[in-house]
């Protein structure tokens, strides 16, 4: 073997090595980059479950804040989606309740879960859900529409400059078809009806 074979081997492997330190360090960072937004309200996350409705704000009677509702499907759900409101004028303190109208527009049972966002970011730590579909998955029967409430209260803490917060939904398809007879089955098991 010549110097330039060995050479060709001990950098190919040191790029290897190199290769599978940086996925590893990046597959790592998910769940610190997941905790560090839950933390700050980075990226308009908001918490995974409700927060307690006997918690009482103050009301500012002084203070308006414009809560505009966006909802969005991912190309592959077959639903229509869509806020009762657009916007609404809110009072930071006093707790509110809008709806989200969701339809399956499939012949099969479909589940699917939508996932919050506010913007702007810095607002996301402010914006508390008492109640919310958004915190478990969401079954449809085929052809099955409904309107779904959302109660929140924005916490009075809200910076002053922030006058106006976007609350958007993203509803996605869990991949999962819901049956009578057996509860779930993956997708691959069970075909879905074409539109």
């Known amino acids: 073997m010549t110097s330039s074979n060995v050479a060709i081997g001990k950098t190919t492997r040191r790029l290897l090595l190199a290769t599978l330190a940086m996925f590893g360090f990046g597959f790592a ?11 700050t309200g980075l990226n308009g996350r908001t918490a995974a479950g409700p927060v307690s409705a006997d ?44 709806r989200f109208y969701a339809r399956n527009r499939t012949h099969d049972a479909m589940i699917g879960h939508a996932v919050p966002s506010v913007a702007p970011g810095v607002a996301a730590q402010h914006f508390k859900k008492t109640e919310c579909f958004c915190f478990t998955e969401q079954r449809f029967a085929g052809g099955e529409g409904r309107w779904m409430p959302v109660r929140f209260v924005i916490d ?35 075909g879905r009806a074409k539109q």
């Open 29 to 39: 960072m998910v769940p610190f980059y997941n905790v560090f937004c839950d933390l």
């Open 55 to 98: 918690v009482a704000y103050s009301v500012d009677e002084k203070r308006t804040v414009t809560v505009e509702f966006i909802a969005n499907i991912n190309e592959t759900l077959p639903w229509d989606f869509k806020p009762e409101v657009v916007r609404m004028q809110v009072r930071p303190g006093q707790a509110y309740t809008t």
């Open 156 to 190: 009075p803490e809200l910076p002053g400059e922030i006058g106006e917060v976007a609350l958007s939904y993203t509803f996605f398809d869990t991949g999962k078809v819901a049956t009578a007879e057996t509860g779930l089955e993956p997708i691959k098991a069970v």
